[in-house]
């Protein structure tokens, strides 16, 4: 599980427009949903998945905007990406899969000195998560030791996946051509990302989703078609549609999930990218905007070209 379709993130919460403590209620109180104008200013780097990155005297590299799900869509991986990954040496996701990290990536989604979601979030909330998050094979006395914030991450796939995410489908195309794994963060960093929101804006963002659930499933599928139409743009657009009243904790949300993760994975590709060769796939998000990677990437000197 990654964190990388951040914006997805900052659309359940941008349906949110109350107070975290109404979640103590006696019942769900769900917050109105609030439509706002999207900008009309097009983001750079709005179009295309995958861009050739060059600079003289270094072998070209790939940088390729993935998306965490598992449609069968979006698993049919197009000729001119699978010819970039057979082109490249080494392959640098966003983090690593192994199994030790996983682990402890699954334990910090819990409690572990017995509280309860229902503690924090209130039993109205806690049991609309649970009844929810059966859909997705979480037992309700599992769901019960949730941190909010990872029961929110878990309501925010995709119901109807099945199949391997695209980056991990990637990741398994790449061993298989013999080459190197590498990641730019690690799953605990990933961790540590919602582990810096406040209990009260991590219920806020739960209530969100649980409210708004269907919403936030329905917005999943429109961002699923747009990627597959390679509309970078128009996804910004999406999660830019519903905007709540608590403009702060979005701002605050974006930064951490979007735009610091942002400089890290640039700086962080260096390395790769100075020796040539490379494919790098991170979250198609990451990609456009003038805060974006190729935006920061082209800042540092290198060319981009637009392949697909």
Not at 58 to 65: D, I, K, Q
Not at 120 to 136: D, I, K, M, N
Request: charged share 25%.
């Amino acid at each position: 599980m990654t964190i990388t379709a951040g914006r997805i993130v900052i659309l359940a919460l941008s349906l949110w427009g109350g107070n975290p403590a109404a979640s103590r209620a006696e019942e769900l109180v769900c917050p109105p949903i609030a439509r706002m104008p999207t900008a009309s200013e097009p983001a750079a780097f709005g179009e295309g998945l995958l861009w050739r990155i060059e600079r003289e005297g270094v072998a070209a590299s790939y940088l390729f905007g993935t998306i965490h799900v598992g449609d069968p869509r979006v698993l049919d991986i197009p000729v001119a990406v699978t010819s970039a990954l057979r082109a490249s040496r080494l392959f640098v996701m966003e983090a690593l899969f192994e199994p030790d990290a996983v682990a402890r990536f699954a334990g910090s989604m819990y409690f572990d000195d017995g509280t309860r979601l229902e503690d924090l979030a209130g039993r109205p909330l806690a049991e609309r998560t649970q009844s929810l998050l059966l859909r997705f094979n979480v037992s309700a006395e599992a769901a019960r030791s949730l941190k909010p914030w990872a029961a929110f991450l878990s309501l925010s796939q995709p119901q109807a996946d099945s199949g391997l995410p695209l980056d991990l489908l990637l990741m398994q195309r790449a061993r298989e051509n013999g080459l190197r794994v590498e990641g730019l963060e690690t799953l605990e960093e990933q961790a540590a990302v919602f582990a810096a929101f406040s209990d009260a804006e991590q219920v806020a963002m739960l209530r969100d989703t649980v409210c708004h659930f269907d919403l936030v499933q329905a917005q999943l599928g429109r961002l699923v078609e747009l990627y597959l139409r390679r509309d970078v743009g128009a996804i910004i657009r999406l999660t830019e549609e519903y905007a709540g009243s608590d403009r702060e904790l979005a701002a605050h949300m974006e930064k951490l999930l979007i735009d610091d993760r942002n400089a890290r994975m640039a700086e962080r590709m260096q390395g790769a990218l100075q020796r040539g060769e490379a494919f790098v796939a991170v979250g198609a998000l990451h990609l456009p905007g003038r805060g974006g990677v190729l935006a920061l990437l082209e800042k540092r000197g290198y060319i981009l070209t637009r392949m697909y």
